[in-house]
């Protein structure tokens, strides 16, 4: 199994340990510490040595940060998670707040008391949230206080090491563009942009131009590392020399000088002392970087991360991988709705549910030779009422069986080295009431309305995220996260800049791999959530058009579950984008499954008139 269903968090932890980063504080002559779930490079997912906020609070979420001061403590999460911290974290240690509504800089701006010494670390905030942090205390009449060393690191006694996960080449093949002309290309923007260097401290991005993956963080196959790029002359790879075998190494050795991650600050102090101008991406790069430039003397623009725009444009080898990886979990998927439609109620839990999900894919690789490398994260397998948990993780504490007259939801994904995947399917467990039909289907009129959307070209995912809630918001109804998210290529499964959210800046363009995945959640019943991944395509102008407009492609190859579709809630081009999308998946998958699944199959994707 690529996924443990032990459970990692305990309330009590906040209970014992914020009293001991009380007192390292006091030492330090600090009187508190902002705690986010960052590591050096400012990922979602972090390796275990750098998951300070779950050490701390108990709280395991992939989004939060909390602020503990001398007599209080509040810890902050997103709407994704607003009923898991309440049980996975201690009520009279924490005050709870939104991520959203109330960041920490608004809190502390409005909540911290006049003269406090807060204490950050400059390695976990960027240079833009340390601007927004040191505005914040001053408007508090407070000092925020960088600190060399992290008092949680100081107090966990039993910290792991850093991870050590083995490099390996992802072929050109898959990439489609070798990673000399991937670093030329990289070049040519840094000195558009007005630097001599550039650091990328984003593993994908170090991934995505160097062509490697990696294995240290759990279900996403990243190396952690940092690079210098130069607008001239060859870059520098900064990453442990374990990670590298022979074949690693020797072909990292002719695109890049490698050096040791403890290299990179004495490496910039000197690119600093010889008059480079270095650009760090504000939203990315961590304070530390820059206060390591400037304090020797240099200095440092604002530069994007040169790699996150390409690498978001996924080209032709990456959608074709995306493609054939979504195929092939198309025939996982199958083989999994049709066994689950075969069980009886009770007889089966949300760990066993998930592993059999899991053991599908397995077997959908190996048939093809494309064997599944991981899954992208872990899989949210929720029945009942635990399907109203938005990032619900199963543990053996909280597993719960698949009981009649309830919703079961399931929002998985897989990572095959041609390409990553991400899907939702909600489903009956015997008989859905005529409430949880109605609150599906105006979940699936969001989905369609994605799928079928044309734009123009300067849309941006904020400018569409509404048509994926306007059937919700007329029945007063809504879901609290965003539509969608970007996807990699055998990479993150949750990519940035490109997303559809309210904070969903970036223009949409061609290549780009997004999820589509409106949901509603009825605390204490059940959830609904419905995913599939498309991509933008190029703008196209039609027969009677006068201006080009871009679509999406719909990658995922999996049924619906029409039981739970409400057909007089859907209008005729709703009706036929689904019958059109059924038709598709079943033409697509049938010669691929076992007779038992195609027959299953077939009556799961029939038009709804039958």
Not at 22 to 37: C, H, K, S, T, Y
Not at 345 to 352: A, G, H, K, V, W
């Amino acid at each position: 199994m690529f996924q443990s269903f032990e459970s990692h968090s305990d309330s009590r932890q906040g209970t014992e340990r914020v009293p001991l980063l009380r007192r390292e504080l006091q030492r330090a002559n600090i009187d508190g510490f902002v705690v986010p779930r960052a590591d050096e490079h400012q990922g979602e997912y972090v390796a275990a040595r750098s998951d300070r906020l779950k050490w701390l609070t108990g709280f395991t979420g992939s989004a939060g940060a909390a602020i503990v001061l001398m007599d209080r403590a509040v810890i902050f999460v997103d709407g994704r998670y607003t009923l898991q911290v309440r049980y996975q974290t201690d009520e009279d240690t924490f005050s709870y707040d939104s991520l959203v509504d109330n960041p920490p800089t608004k809190w502390i701006a409005g909540n911290l008391p006049a003269g406090v010494r807060l204490g950050f670390d400059p390695w976990l905030h960027t240079v833009a949230e340390t601007k927004a942090l040191l505005a914040a205390v001053e408007k508090a009449g407070s000092e925020l206080v960088p600190l060399a060393v992290n008092p949680i690191d100081t107090i966990w006694q039993d910290q792991p090491d850093a991870p050590k996960g083995a490099v390996a080449i992802q072929p050109v093949g898959f990439a489609g563009e070798l990673a000399k002309d991937k670093i030329a290309r990289m070049a040519d923007a840094i000195g558009e942009a007005g630097a001599t260097h550039t650091v990328v401290t984003d593993p994908s991005s170090i991934a995505w131009i160097f062509n490697i993956r990696g294995a240290d963080v759990d279900h996403t196959p990243l190396a952690l590392a940092f690079a210098i790029l130069p607008a001239e002359g060859r870059p520098s790879l900064f990453i442990d020399p374990g990670k590298l075998g022979i074949e690693a190494k020797a072909y990292l050795t002719q695109l890049a000088e490698l050096h040791a991650p403890a290299a990179l600050e004495p490496a910039l102090r000197k690119l600093a002392a010889d008059g480079a101008t270095i650009g760090l991406d504000p939203q990315l790069a961590a304070e530390r970087l820059r206060m390591t430039v400037e304090d020797a003397g240099g200095k440092t623009i604002d530069l994007p991360d040169p790699a996150r725009l390409p690498r978001a444009c996924k080209n032709e080898a990456e959608l074709d991988g995306a493609r054939a990886a979504h195929q092939r979990d198309g025939v996982a998927m199958a083989r999994f709705l049709s066994w689950l439609d075969a069980q009886k109620p009770e007889t089966l839990d949300e760990i066993s549910v998930a592993s059999h999900l899991e053991s599908c894919r397995i077997r959908s690789g190996e048939e093809v030779q494309m064997p599944l490398r991981d899954i992208s994260f872990d899989t949210i397998s929720g029945a009942g009422p635990n399907g109203a948990i938005m990032h619900y993780r199963v543990t053996t504490k909280t597993n719960r069986k698949l009981s009649a007259g309830e919703l079961y939801l399931v929002d998985s994904g897989a990572q095959y080295q041609d390409g990553t995947t991400d899907i939702t399917r909600t489903v009956a467990i015997g008989a859905p009431t005529d409430q949880m039909r109605r609150h599906y289907t105006l979940v699936l009129k969001g989905l369609i309305a994605i799928s079928t959307l044309r734009f123009p070209t300067g849309t941006r995912g904020m400018d569409i995220d509404p048509f994926a809630r306007h059937a919700l918001w007329q029945a007063g109804l809504d879901f609290a996260h965003g539509t969608g998210h970007g996807v990699g290529s055998f990479l993150s499964v949750h990519e940035g800049p490109q997303r559809i959210a309210r904070t969903g800046t970036q223009t949409l363009l061609p290549g780009m791999i997004l999820s589509n995945e409106p949901g509603y959640y009825r605390p204490g019943e059940y959830g609904i959530r419905l995913e599939n991944l498309i991509v933008v395509q190029d703008a196209t102008t039609t027969e009677d058009g006068e201006i080009p407009m871009h679509g999406f492609e719909t990658l995922t190859l999996a049924p619906f579950d029409r039981r739970l579709v409400d057909v007089s809630l859907l209008d005729v081009s709703e009706i036929a984008w689904l019958d059109a999308y059924h038709a598709r998946v079943a033409t697509e998958l049938a010669d691929l499954v076992d007779d038992d699944v195609r027959q299953w199959l077939e009556k799961a994707t029939a038009p709804l008139s039958e």
